[in-house]
């Protein structure tokens, strides 16, 4: 019965993230109606005879569809990122500044647009140098004897502060009159500049890290265990530690790459994920992948319809993370107290 339950409790997430795809659709400084928006999407698959503006079909094809796919990528990716380190430090504080990857890919996107490179290259650049945070966090650790999570969460926070800092000096440093405009809206993350660069390569990305997680999310339960007890079922932790950090870091790399720092997403979602669905993250992980997207098209939507000029993802994710995240504070302190 609970596992029917849980199965009930996906399907409705499910239901949620179509309608919220739906109502993206719709929903804009050009509203298109739902039936016009059903035979418009029905004519990608079979011809039927043409009852809609060009201006309608342009505005779903060109602009919200690609929009749209890009949002629930990244929603999703952010949001599975923040519940695999949740699960690997066994903290229901840990998101990606944890690790450093968010910091060091907007260090790189500030980096290339310093130099004045195109969009492209400050996709790559903003990728690889989130990668690179990872490389060091593992040679970091590897020089320390005792690997623990302990070990990485100080590599990481280490990292983090490393790459803030250089992200801070080149704002320092900047054309006021033009970069580091550019560079401040980066860094509040939107999705109004999409290219179909960026689909490509978060579509990719997530793909390739995603799949893998999703085939052994039953044994991500084990990094809850001790090392002795995960070891006595058979389980090599380190490696599956290290493949849960890798995909997450890969995950945040590509999504900031893409849209800039998103904030909050990959803190709160997982634990609206565990609240609906449990702690098993053969549940949790598709609830907090369907809530993640559900959650940032929702968001999109509301930033690019909200007023005239589009309001940066971040501030409005900030709205619910940040209350949240108090309530995690105060929670914690509660359990703590006897």
């Known amino acids: ?144 004897k005792k690997q623990d999570t302990l070990t990485l969460i100080l590599s990481g926070i280490m990292v983090s502060s490393l790459f803030s800092s250089a992200t801070s000096f080149i704002k320092l440093v900047a054309d006021t009159e033009d970069t580091l405009p550019a560079i401040t809206y980066f860094l509040m993350g939107s999705l109004s500049s999409f290219r179909s660069s960026d689909l490509i390569l978060v579509f990719t990305v997530a793909i390739a890290a995603s799949l893998p997680i999703l085939l052994i999310s039953w044994r991500i339960n084990l990094l809850s265990l001790s090392e002795e007890e995960a070891k006595s079922m058979g389980v090599n932790t380190a490696m599956l530690r290290l493949a849960s950090i890798g995909a997450a870091t890969l995950l945040t790399a590509a999504s ?17 994920s565990r609240m609906i669905v449990g702690s098993n993250t053969r549940e949790s992980i598709p609830a907090a992948m369907l809530l993640g997207a559900s959650f940032l098209t929702v968001v999109d939507t509301i930033a690019r319809s909200i007023s005239t000029s589009e ?13 949240f995240f108090l309530y995690l504070i105060i929670r914690e302190a509660k359990k703590h107290e006897y």
Request: some cysteine; hydrophobic content about 55%.
């Open 256 to 272: 900031v790459a893409c849209s800039g720092q998103i904030g909050w997403v990959g803190l709160v979602i997982p634990h609206f």
């Open 311 to 323: 309001i940066p993802l971040g501030i409005l994710t900030s709205f619910v993370g940040a209350p």
């Open 1 to 144: 019965m609970a596992k029917e339950k849980k199965g009930r409790k996906i399907i409705i997430l499910l239901v949620i993230f179509l309608l919220s795809i739906i109502i993206s659709f719709q929903i804009g400084r050009y509203p298109i109606g739902p039936i016009e928006l059903v035979k418009i999407l029905i004519s990608m698959v079979i011809e039927i005879p043409q009852t809609w503006s060009d201006q309608a079909e342009t505005v779903v094809f060109n602009i919200r569809l690609p929009r749209v796919i890009l949002s629930f990528i990244i929603g999703s990716s952010l949001a599975l990122s923040g519940l695999l380190l949740q699960q690997v430090f066994n903290n229901p504080m840990a998101s990606q500044d944890v690790l450093g990857s968010s910091s060091a890919s907007a260090f790189g996107a500030s980096l290339a647009l310093l130099t004045g490179a195109g969009y492209f290259a400050v996709s790559i650049s903003a990728f690889l140098f989130g990668i690179l945070s990872l490389l060091l966090i593992i040679g970091i650790s590897s020089k320390i």
